[in-house]
C-alpha cells in the first residue's frame, strides 16, 4: 500500500490555491452537481459513505446534519480551523494550498443542511492561511460560486473567515461558538446540542476543514468508489501529520487503516539511524500513547485505535524515539492543558494545574513515589465529570504515560534525573 | 407530569424539572455550589453528580431533566467518590484559612466537606496565589483564593441587577472575579452576591470582621426602606443589629433585597457605630442614635422621668386640652395596629381635622427600578390610607409652612435619613406650644424650643405588627429583639394612655434562638 492521494491530489501545484487553477483541475464541478441535487439526497450520500468527522471525535457527519431540527429557523454551518491540538498541521496546509477546495466543500454542505451563512474559524496564528481564504473567497464571490443565488440555482449563500485568538478550547465546538459570538471562548453546557441551540441560539452545524473538504470526493466518486479506501466503520482517505522522530515528518494522505508501521517506515522513511521506536502519540497530544510494540501491531483507523484504548483523533503522529524522556515529555503535555483549561469547570480547572504540578515536581526531584499513584488518581477524576473533553485530554495522557512507562517515572523519582538521558530537567533545559 | 425514583423514594414532577429539583422537593441531601434556584444552570462545579439507570456515565443533576421512570441516586460508592473528589479539586487551591475567614461557620466549603468530604489531603504542591482583599466598590470585597469561581456572582449581575458589573476574567486555575477595569461596582444589589457566595470570597464591607456568625442570631422581619416590604433575616445579638439578609418569598422579594435595605439596622440599634476596642491608641467613640429614657424637656433642660409617670402626665395633659387644641401628625412608617390605634384614639377624643399626613418626597412614590426599590421610602403608605379613610379621617399634608397649635402629638418616622424635612418638623413642633413626641430616633433640635414630651419609640425590628406593601399584600411580623428597655409602639402608648400598666403590657425579646447549621446558604438562599 502507498499513499492515495484524494484530497492532496493537485497539492504541489501552486496554481492550484487561485480560483483559475483550482477550475483547471475540474474544481467547482461538485458544487454544480451538487446544487442541481436535492439536499436530502447530498445527506444520504454522506451518510452511506461513511463519512465520519476528522476533527477529532470521528462523529459521522451525515448523521450529525441530520440531527439539525426542521423548525424553519436559520441555520449555520462553522468551519473548525481552529487546528489546536498539538502536533496536528494538516488543515493549515489545507488551506494554504487549496482553499477553494475547503470553499467548494463548505458551499456544498451549506446546501445540504440549508444555511444561507457560514464562518471559518481560524486559530489566530494561522494569519497566512486566513489571508489566502480571504482572496480566495472574494474569488469565488467574483465567479458567483458565492453570494447571492449561486449559479442560476435559487441557493445563497455567505461565507466569512474569523479569527480567533490561539486558543486550543476555541476548537471544542461550543468554545468556538462562544469566541464566535463575541463571548469568552468558553465551552457551553449540553444539551442543549449545537445542531438545536448553536451560534445565536439557532441550529448550528460544526464540521473539521477536512471532513467538510472530502464532502466534494463523496459526491464525485459515489459511495461504491469512496469506499473503496479505509475499512467498513473508518471509509476513505484521511491526512496524518507525522511529526518526531523520523526522517520525513510531513502530511500524509493514506487510506484509514493503513498500518502505522508501513506510515513509518515506508512513507516517513523510517527513524533516524541507530534510532529505535520507543512510542507513538497516534492522534494529537490527547490520544493516549502507545507503546512501540502496540505501535507496530496498529492500524489508523477508528476502531483498532479505540480497541488499543487510544484514538485517531485529529490524525497527529507524534513519533517517539528511545532517546526521549517520557517523564520530560509528560511535563510538555500537562504544561499545554494546564495552560489551555478555560476554568469553567472545578475538575479540569484545578486537575491540569495539579497534574502539571506534580510532574514538575517529579522534574524538580522534590516528588515521592506515592506521587505517581496520586498522578493517576487525579487524572481519574478529572475523566467524563466536565462540560467538554478538555478534562479527558488532560487525563488521558497521564492514563498512558505512566502505566506504560512506569519504570522512568520511578527512575526519576529516586535518582532525580532522566533514566534515558541521564541528566536532571534543570541541566536538560539549562 | 412525570414519574421518577429518586434515592429510592417516588416522587411525580411537571415537565421540564431537573434532577436538582426533584432532589429538593424531596428534601433529599446534594452537594452543589453553582446551582441556585434563582439563577441560569452553569454546570460548572460538578458537584452535583447523581447515578442515572441505565447511563454507564454519572451525570450532573442540575443539567439533567427528568424524564419517565427515571431511577436516580446519588447514594451509590461512585457518586460518593465523585463527590468527594469533586469537593478535593475544590479545596486544593483554597487557602483553608478558616480561623481568620469572615465566612467560617456560614461557609459551603465547610459544610458540604462536613458533609460529604472528610478525608485527609492529597495535595502536596504549593496553592496557585491570586489578588488578596481587592476592594469591589461601596459594599463588596473580594478574596479571589477563597473564591471557587461557582459563576453565581457573575450570573447575578448578569441576570438579575442587569449591570454585568461582574466577569470572570483569565482562564484556567489563573481566573479570577473582578469588575471591568477595576472600576468600583456601582450596583444597587451588590451584597446579594456576598449572600449566594457560596465562601468567603465575597463579604460585605459592612459586616466583615465585626462578628462571628455562630455568636448571632436571627429572626425574620420585613424591611421598612420602602414601600416593596422584603422579607428580611435579622442578625442580633444583647448589643443589637448586626446585618439583614433576605429571606425568600416569592410573592415580594424573591431570594434579594437592595443595598440600602441593608442599612436599616444601623438607626434602630443604639449606637450608629458599634465599634468596641481601640484604634491605634484612640478608643472608637460610638455616637448615640436612639432616644433612651422617657424625658420632659423645657427650655433646653431636659428631665429624666420613668416612662408610667410621664405618661400619667401626658394624660392629664391631653385630658385638660380642648378638642381643637391638639394637632396629630402620622407618616406611612408605622404600623397598621399603631396607626389604628392612634388615629382612633385622636377621632374619638379630638377633632379629626387636625390629623396631619407627613409624607416624604411624595413625587417619588411612584418610581420604580424595575426589581425591588421604589421610590416611597415608607414601608406602610397603604396602611396609613386605610386607616384613615377607615376612621372617616381626610388627613392635611403637612407643611413646614403650617402653624403650630397648642399641643401636637408626632409619631415620628424611623428612617430619619428618609425624610429631608425631619428637620423642619422638629423646627415647627418646637414652635408651637408643647409636642408629645413618639420616636425612636434622637435628633438634635429636639428640645431647643418649648415644651417637649418624649417617649423612646420602638423601631420596626423591635415592634410586633404589620405592614401593608404596595400592592396591598400585609406582612405581619414579630420583635426580632428589644434594644431599648423603656421603648413603646404607638399602640402600647395609647393603651398605656387608656390606663394599662408599663409593666403589664411591655415585654422584652431577648430570647435566644438557636441557629441550625448554615441556615442562610442551605436554606434561605437555598444553595
Ligand atoms: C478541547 C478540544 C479541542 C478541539 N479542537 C479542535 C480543533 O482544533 N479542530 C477541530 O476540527 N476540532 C476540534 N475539536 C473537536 C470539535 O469539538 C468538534 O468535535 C469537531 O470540530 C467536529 O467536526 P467533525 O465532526 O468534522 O470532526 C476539539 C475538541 C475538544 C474537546
Ligand atoms: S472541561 Fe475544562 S476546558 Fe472544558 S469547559 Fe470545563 S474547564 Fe473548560
Ligand atoms: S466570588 Fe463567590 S459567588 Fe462569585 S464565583 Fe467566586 S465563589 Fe462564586
Ligand atoms: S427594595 Fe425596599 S423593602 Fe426591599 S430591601 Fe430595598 S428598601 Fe427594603
Ligand atoms: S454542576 Fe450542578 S450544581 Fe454545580
Redesign the pocket.
Known sequence: MAEVKILTEHYHDDNYRTVDGYLAKNGYEMLKKALKMQPTEIITLVKDAGLRGRGGAGFPTGMKWSFLPNNGEERYLLCNADEGEPCTFKDRMMMERAPHQLIEGMIISAFAVQSKKSYIYIRGEYFYAADVLRKAIKEAYDKGFLGKNILGSGFSHDLDVYCGAGAYICGEETGMISSLEGLKGQPKLKPPFPAVKGYLAKPTVVNNVETLASVIYILRDGVQEYRKNGTEKSPGTKLFSVSGDVMKPGNYEVPLGYPLKDLIEKECGGLKPGRKLKAVIPGGTSAPVLTAEEAYKATMDYECLANMKSMLGSGAITIIDDTRCMVDLLGVITHFYHHESCGQCTPCREGTGWLNKIVRSIHAGNATVNDIDTLCKVADNMKGRTICALSDAAALPVLSFVPKFRSEFEYYIREGKSQVRGISYAQMHH | MLKCTINGKHVEVKEGTTVIQAFKMLGEEIAHYCWHPALSVAGVCRLCMVEIEGNPRLQIACNTAVTEGMVVTNKSEKVKDAVKWGLDFHLINHPLDCPICDQAGECGLQDQYMKFGKYDPEMAEKKVNKHKAVDLGERVVLDSERCILCSRCVRFTEEISKTNELGIFNRGDRSEIGTFEDKPMTDKYSVNTVDICPVGALTSKDFRFKQRVWFLKDRPSV????????N?DVYYNREGFWRVK?RYNPNV?DYW??D???D?YKYQNKFDTVVVGHRGEKEVMKNVNRVINPMHITGGHAEMMDVQFLLQKISEKLGASKPADVALVVTGQSTNEELSAIVSFFASKFDKKNIYHWQNEPEKWNEFDGL???GD?N?NTKGLLKVLEQNGVQAQLWKPSLTAGKLTIVVAPENHSAYKDFSAMVKWAGSGQSTIWLGPGLHEDMGMQGEWWVIPGKTTFEKKGSFENFNGHVQSFEPVTTVIDAAVSADEFVTLLKGANFLEIHKIYRNPVERVENQFIFERGEM
Open positions: 424591611c421598612p426602606g420602602c414601600s416593596t416590604g422584603c428580611v433576605p422579594n433585597m437592595c440600602e435595605g441593608r436599616t425591588l426599590m421604589r421610602k414601608p
